[in-house]
């Protein structure tokens, strides 16, 4: 049974720093790429390859936001820095078995985090 769990979502200050998880179970994480999204739209906020090798953020968390990945740990993160409250939204991270770091089509998905940040 797949299953994608995100944690470390919380309530903190403009400006503060949280490090969302994600740790995956059921399909072979090695070779996936993996997302995070946000809000109910699912918006795309950043993506890694199967080997961490290539990322893709959006515009708005370049150089606050940063994805990384344990392969051994089958586990992905989210280290969210310089925080503001438009960031404000549940979280979101999923599963692509294409291996690569994508915007779109990916095949699983997690229950999501809350993040809140306020002013």
């Known amino acids: 049974q797949v299953q994608l769990v995100e944690s470390g979502g919380g309530l903190v200050q403009a400006g503060g720093s949280l490090r969302l998880s994600c740790a995956a179970s059921?399909?072979?994480?090695?070779?996936?790429?993996m997302g995070w999204f946000r809000r109910k739209e699912r918006e795309f906020v950043a993506a890694i390859s199967w080997?961490?090798?290539?990322?893709v953020y959006t515009d708005s968390v370049k150089g606050r936001f940063t994805i990384s990945r344990d392969n051994a740990k089958n586990t992905v993160y989210l280290q969210m820095n310089n925080l503001k409250p438009e960031d404000t939204a549940i979280y979101y991270c999923?599963?692509?078995?294409?291996?690569?770091?994508?915007?779109?089509?990916?095949?699983?998905w997690g229950q999501g985090t809350q993040v809140t940040v306020s002013s």
């Open positions: 080997s961490g090798g290539s990322t």
């Open positions: 999923a599963a692509d078995r294409s291996g690569r770091a994508v915007v779109t089509e990916y095949d699983f």
């Open positions: 059921g399909f072979n994480f090695n070779t996936y790429g």
